[in-house]
T-cell receptor, first 116, second 112 residues
Framework: DTAVSQTPKYLVTQMGNDKSIKCEQNLGHDTMYWYKQDSKKFLKIMFSYNNKELIINETVPNRFSPKSPDKAHLNLHINSLELGDSAVYFC???????????????FGPGTRLLVL | AQSVTQPDIHITVSEGASLELRCNYSYGATPYLFWYVQSPGQGLQLLLKYFSGDTLVQGIKGFEAEFKRSQSSFNLRKPSVHWSDAAEYFCAVGAGVGKSTFGDGTTLTVKP
């Protein structure tokens, strides 16, 4: 069973369209993340949620809106897609160990978004 | 705010040679440090982590890392590199629930 899954794996779309990427984890984790990895492989956190509550919202355009319907899902909706949104988007999840503030993250396989 | 620097963008080593990837961090409290590996076309996978205790930590695939507080470093090492180790390596520092910062990554190329 895949621990963290993302759909779709590839997404090619036109500028101006609206698209969603879905993420699901079956690890029972409380915290989920979205990262953007650009063509230079730089990995930047976009959002993190803990128990469906937003923890981090980095300087991401408000065209990006995360939605967490439950602890196992964190979807990313993108409005009015732009060329610069082309990247690989990774979902991840983690669980805070008892008494510990930090955690290992488990990453999905990524969604390769290409905006034409 | 925490930060992570990986000074080497790209490293090339010969198969069988030793490897050291550098990582320097900046964080005001006790750091929680991680190394992740990303194989081509894949997501990231944890290699090892340091929370506390022994400053030399062992990870998967024969990797180890040493935490040096005085140098704010957490360098990754492997005594003998295999061709399958060619990948992107990321160092990360954790700063609380849901808060992690990743370095810019080091691309490892392995020559036959």
């Amino acid at each position: 069973d895949t621990a963290v899954s993302q759909t779709p794996k590839y997404l090619v779309t036109q500028m101006g369209n609206d698209k969603s990427i879905k993420c699901e984890q079956n690890l029972g984790h409380d915290t989920m993340y979205w990262y953007k990895q650009d063509s230079k492989k730089f990995l930047k956190i976009m959002f993190s949620y803990n128990n469906k509550e937003l923890i981090i919202n980095e300087t991401v355009p408000n065209r990006f809106s995360p939605k967490s319907p439950d602890k196992a899902h964190l979807n990313l909706h993108i409005n009015s897609l732009e060329l610069g949104d082309s990247a690989v988007y990774f979902c991840a999840s983690s669980q805070v160990p008892s008494g510990g503030p930090q955690e290992t993250q488990y990453f999905g396989p990524g969604t390769r978004l290409l905006v034409l | 705010a925490q930060s992570v620097t990986q000074p080497d963008i790209h490293i090339t080593v010969s198969e069988g040679a030793s490897l050291e990837l550098r990582c320097n961090y900046s964080y005001g409290a006790t750091p929680y440090l991680f190394w992740y590996v990303q194989s081509p076309g894949q997501g990231l996978q944890l290699l090892l982590k340091y929370f506390s205790g022994d400053t030399l930590v062992q990870g998967i695939k024969g990797f180890e890392a040493e935490f040096k507080r005085s140098q704010s470093s957490f360098n990754l090492r492997k005594p003998s590199v295999h061709w399958s180790d060619a990948a992107e390596y990321f160092c990360a520092v954790g700063a609380g629930v849901g808060k992690s910062t990743f370095g810019d990554g080091t691309t490892l190329t392995v020559k036959p």
